[in-house]
């Protein structure tokens, strides 16, 4: 017999329930190497089916499956079964409206994504084929343009949670250093005065949650200071 | 469709950011300083009559103006940072900030009076 793993998995279906609760879940362990995801998986195809739940690659690269594992934010499929404490407890994205059971409501995230104009803006003709970019150039992007928009980091940085309606967030704002950064981007000057706010960037207090939750390893913490820098830069 | 309130950017928080950093700076330089003397003080190196030197030289008189002018302007930003990220109601957050101003202002003249012997 398989050895079982015990996890402790949020229920809520707003409407319906009065209250959150956890149930708890026994799968058997199917494989060495097994993710979160799959004793999810195994719950909704063996046990119960009404359990609600986002995921789509399985494989760290849609950003889905952002849930709070034991306490920390992380994706359930590229997060391995061994060496999480059990029971594991599974719980949504933290300060997120729960629309059913681990599933959230991402619209006011998206919106934020969004307020930063994640797109190239430049004025200058078209060239005739693409905008050229050096290698160097390029290399700038590495550690921005790889972010998932899982919403892990942002949902883990309290400055989020008390100001989230004001405060842009970590995600949004590595993808606003992201275009800062892009020397295709004609738009530097209106993205940083977009950003010059004691709300939508300055309530970063460098906690550094972000970092520590991102399942890509990357670090929004130093692509706000570098935000931060430019405007300094740009004012004295 | 969803509506999207909004607000845009105030163009404001960098000044606030600065002067906390700039402020910051300051102090990690001049807070040693009077620990240093106090340390000296509770040795036995250096007495009353001694102390009272130090602190009446003009030199010893900017760098405590400088030193109270720094906490207080550092102290002023940080907790307003405090009550901006707790107290979410305008009608609290600009009359506790306005009060923080007054009572922080008042000590800071306070201390001034005293290094400079106005009083």
Same mark, same amino acid.
């Given at each position: 017999?398989?050895?079982?793993?015990?996890?402790?998995?949020?229920?809520?279906?707003?409407?319906?329930?009065?209250?959150?609760?956890?149930?708890?879940?026994?799968?058997?362990?199917?494989?060495?190497?097994?993710?979160?995801?799959?004793?999810?998986?195994?719950?909704?195809?063996?046990?119960?089916?009404?359990?609600?739940?986002?995921?789509?690659?399985?494989?760290?690269?849609?950003?889905?499956?952002?849930?709070?594992?034991?306490?920390?934010?992380?994706?359930?499929?590229?997060?391995?079964?061994?060496?999480?404490?059990?029971?594991?407890?599974?719980?949504?994205?933290?300060?997120?409206?729960?629309?059913?059971?681990?599933?959230?409501?991402?619209?006011?995230?998206?919106?934020?994504?969004?307020?930063?104009?994640?797109?190239?803006?430049?004025?200058?003709?078209?060239?005739?084929?693409?905008?050229?970019?050096?290698?160097?150039?390029?290399?700038?992007?590495?550690?921005?343009?790889?972010?998932?928009?899982?919403?892990?980091?942002?949902?883990?940085?309290?400055?989020?949670?008390?100001?989230?309606?004001?405060?842009?967030?970590?995600?949004?704002?590595?993808?606003?250093?992201?275009?800062?950064?892009?020397?295709?981007?004609?738009?530097?000057?209106?993205?940083?005065?977009?950003?010059?706010?004691?709300?939508?960037?300055?309530?970063?207090?460098?906690?550094?949650?972000?970092?520590?939750?991102?399942?890509?390893?990357?670090?929004?913490?130093?692509?706000?200071?570098?935000?931060?820098?430019?405007?300094?830069?740009?004012?004295? | 469709?969803?509506?999207?309130?909004?607000?845009?950017?105030?163009?404001?928080?960098?000044?606030?950011?600065?002067?906390?950093?700039?402020?910051?700076?300051?102090?990690?330089?001049? $807070?040693?300083?009077?620990?240093? %003397?106090? *340390? #000296? /003080?509770?040795?036995?190196?250096?007495?009353?009559?001694? +102390?009272? &030197?130090?602190?009446?030289?003009?030199?010893?008189?900017? $760098?405590?103006?400088?030193?109270? %002018?720094? *906490? #207080? /302007?550092?102290?002023?930003?940080?907790?307003?940072?405090? +009550?901006? &990220?707790?107290?979410?109601?305008?009608?609290?957050?600009?009359?506790?900030?306005?009060?923080? %101003?007054? *009572? #922080?202002?008042?000590?800071?003249?306070?201390?001034?009076?005293?290094?400079?012997?106005?009083?």
């Amino acid at each position: 017999m398989s050895k079982m793993i015990t996890l402790s998995v949020f229920r809520y279906e707003p409407g319906k329930d009065e209250k959150p609760s956890m149930q708890t879940f026994e799968v058997p362990m199917l494989k060495p190497g097994m993710k979160l995801l799959d004793a999810l998986n195994y719950i909704k195809w063996e046990i119960d089916g009404t359990l609600s739940y986002r995921r789509s690659c399985g494989e760290g690269v849609c950003g889905s499956d952002g849930l709070n594992i034991n306490g920390v934010n992380g994706l359930a499929c590229i997060t391995p079964i061994e060496g999480l404490k059990q029971p594991i407890h599974v719980r949504p994205l933290p300060s997120m409206q729960v629309i059913r059971d681990l599933v959230v409501d991402m619209d006011h995230f998206f919106d934020q994504y969004r307020q930063i104009k994640p797109w190239l803006q430049a004025e200058s003709p078209l060239p005739e084929h693409e905008r050229l970019q050096s290698p160097e150039d390029r290399e700038r992007l590495d550690g921005s343009y790889e972010c998932i928009l899982c919403g892990c980091c942002t949902t883990s940085c309290p400055s989020w949670w008390w100001n989230g309606d004001r405060f842009l967030g970590p995600a949004a704002l590595l993808q606003a250093n992201r275009w800062i950064v892009d020397s295709r981007d004609e738009a530097t000057g209106d993205r940083l005065d977009q950003v010059e706010d004691a709300f939508r960037l300055y309530r970063c207090h460098q906690i550094m949650n972000c970092m520590d939750a991102c399942p890509k390893d990357l670090n929004p913490t130093a692509a706000i200071g570098h935000i931060k820098r430019k405007l300094v830069s740009r004012k004295s | 469709m969803r509506t999207v309130k909004e607000p845009g950017s105030a163009h404001g928080g960098l000044s606030d950011w600065y002067w906390q950093r700039l402020s910051a700076v300051v102090l990690a330089f001049l $807070l040693p300083l009077s620990f240093l %003397l106090m *340390l #000296m /003080v509770f040795s036995g190196a250096v007495d009353q009559q001694g +102390l009272l &030197d130090i602190l009446d030289h003009v030199a010893s008189r900017v $760098l405590h103006t400088l030193l109270i %002018l720094a *906490l #207080m /302007v550092h102290a002023y930003m940080g907790l307003k940072v405090i +009550l901006e &990220d707790y107290v979410h109601m305008l009608a609290w957050r600009i009359p506790l900030i306005a009060t923080m %101003l007054v *009572l #922080m202002s008042g000590f800071g003249i306070w201390w001034l009076a005293l290094i400079w012997a106005w009083a």
